[in-house]
Each structure stands twice: as structure tokens, then as C-alpha cells.
């Protein structure tokens, strides 16, 4: 496993205004869009193309963690970053998976039943930079190992 960088001063506001943007803009989505029967649709659609990619190129276990279906020993090409969120498939390599990283995966896995197919889209747009992409922010930078943990006294 990579170390995990060092975040820029002041990642903490900027992670905050991406969040409330990305609120704003759900606003804008329609209210049937949005956790209801049409998002449940894409939710399951999402999930049918995990479990078939997984399915090709997992080598590794198939496990059931909660509400989570994770893939292991996925071929680095086939996700970026440590792995993928793709329905409620979570598609990732060899490393290790902790409760904290499969905690940050579930929440990516609630996004896409709030979302549905609209959450390639708005993710996408959310930017590939995790301390500015609200999905990675309400997720918990610490828990998907972008951002160093906290220390708690």
C-alpha cells in the first residue's frame, strides 16, 4: 500500500465548498431522480455490471460485507485509484481492505442507490481530485485513505 499524501493547507475549506456545490446542484435534479424506483433501477443496473466485470477479471474472493459485494484480486488496469465503487460492487486488488475503507465504499454504494445512473455523470463532473470531489468528501477522505487520519487523543 502507497503512503497516504500529505493534503495541501486549507484542503479542509475547499473540500467543504465542493460538498455544499455539489448540494446546490442536487437541487436542480429532479425529485423523482433522486432515491426513488428510477435510481433503485440504475442502483441495480450499476451492480449487474460489477458483478459481471468482477466476475471476468476477479481473481481473488468474492465476500459479502454488509450491503457491500467486494471483488479481490481485480488486475490494477481494470480500476483506478485503490478500486471502484460500481452499484453495490466495490472492484479492487490484492491490498488490504479494512472496516474503515469498506465503511468509505458502502457510502459510495448508498450514493449510487440515491443517484442511480446519474452518478457516473455526477461523479465525472465532481472532478478527479478527491479533496474537491464531494462523493470522495462525504465518503470520508480519511476512511478511503486519501487524507492522513486524525489523530484522537
Known amino acids: 500500500m502507497s503512503p497516504i499524501p500529505t493534503p495541501p493547507a486549507g484542503w479542509e475549506a475547499v473540500a467543504e465548498r ?12 429532479p425529485g423523482f431522480l433522486l432515491d426513488s424506483p428510477v435510481s433503485r433501477v440504475g442502483y441495480w ?12 477479471w476477479s481473481t481473488g474472493p468474492v465476500e459479502r460485507h454488509g450491503e457491500l459485494w467486494v ?16 452499484g453495490g460492487c466495490f472492484l479492487t486488488g490484492d491490498g488490504r481492505i479494512g472496516e474503515r475503507l469498506l465503511a468509505h ?7 449510487w442507490r440515491r443517484y442511480g445512473l446519474l452518478m457516473p455523470l455526477l ?9 474537491r470531489n464531494r462523493f470522495e468528501i462525504e ?12 489523530r484522537t487523543r
Open 105 to 111: 465504499e458502502t457510502v459510495h454504494a448508498r450514493q
Open 123 to 131: 461523479y465525472l463532473l465532481a472532478g478527479r481530485d478527491p479533496l
Open 18 to 29: 465542493a460538498v455544499a456545490r455539489g448540494r446546490s446542484r442536487d437541487r436542480l435534479i
Open 45 to 56: 443496473y450499476g451492480t449487474t455490471v460489477g458483478w459481471i466485470w468482477g466476475g471476468l
Open 71 to 86: 471483488f479481490r484480486g481485480m488486475p490494477s488496469w481494470a480500476f483506478k485509484r485503490g478500486g471502484v465503487c460500481v
Open 139 to 150: 465518503a470520508g477522505l480519511e476512511d478511503g485513505n486519501y487524507v492522513p487520519r486524525r
